[in-house]
């Protein structure tokens, strides 16, 4: 689509151009405008010639790139000013590829997000259900703990048997504890990323449609 409309807009340049030129020659044989005030309005091209004879020649300022020329002033302006809309045209159609390719690869990362978020919900229901399953083992051993030094007072291999798992389990409950905070961590960083990645695809899309804005005014200028 952006070829074709690149392809019609190329003619159409084409066409004013030898409309202007039929105008431009018709002023000039009847002592037209003075071209010489309008090329000196033209703050981005240098217009000069070697001699009263020699054909014109039109030039970046900036960089001092060849712009074109012609034979007289008006057509040396209406060349220039045809250079200059070709290289918009192709610096606009750079960055509408630029676009393309950034929203493509921001939509790619926006989904692993969020199935990485996805993932991440899951890993924290299962450390919550396992940290209520451990707690509740740990409140149920403690009770046990209790009953059992109450009957077997003098049974201390049992006592210490039972220290141990409730050690143990005291200590796979903080180490679950530990986790879940990782994990959390992650989700609020993962998060954070999708904000992000949200904003940057929002700020793409605005300037693409003010780059296309600027376009159109560049269409109805020339």
């Known amino acids: 689509m952006t070829t074709l409309i690149s392809k019609i807009l190329a003619v159409f340049v084409t066409i004013a151009s030898v409309a202007f030129m039929a105008v431009v020659m018709a002023n000039v044989s009847a002592g037209g405008p003075n071209w010489q005030k309008k090329a000196n309005e033209l703050s981005e091209v240098a217009f000069d010639r070697a001699n009263p004879q020699a054909a014109w020649t039109a030039k970046r300022r900036t960089d001092g790139a060849d712009l074109g020329g012609g034979a007289i002033l008006p057509l040396a302006i209406v060349n220039s000013q045809k250079k200059l809309l070709e290289e918009e045209r192709a610096a606009q159609t750079t960055l509408d590829q630029d676009i393309a ?6 939509a790619e990362a926006k989904a692993l997000i969020d199935a990485d978020l996805d993932a991440l919900k899951r890993r924290e229901a ?26 077997q007072t003098d049974d201390l291999a049992v006592l210490k048997l039972r220290a141990q798992e409730y050690i143990l389990i005291k200590n796979q409950l903080e180490e679950l504890k530990a986790q879940r905070e990782v994990a959390s961590e992650d989700l609020s960083r993962l998060k954070a990323l999708v904000y992000q990645a949200k904003a940057n695809l929002e700020r ?6 003010l780059l296309k804005d600027d376009g159109a005014k560049i269409d109805e200028k020339y």
């Open 126 to 151: 299962d450390l919550d259900k396992q940290f209520a399953e451990l707690l509740d083992q740990m409140n149920q051993l403690s009770q046990n703990f209790i009953m059992e030094s109450k009957k």
């Open 204 to 209: 793409a899309q605005k300037r693409m449609e």
């Open 101 to 106: 390719r950034n929203k493509s690869r921001i």
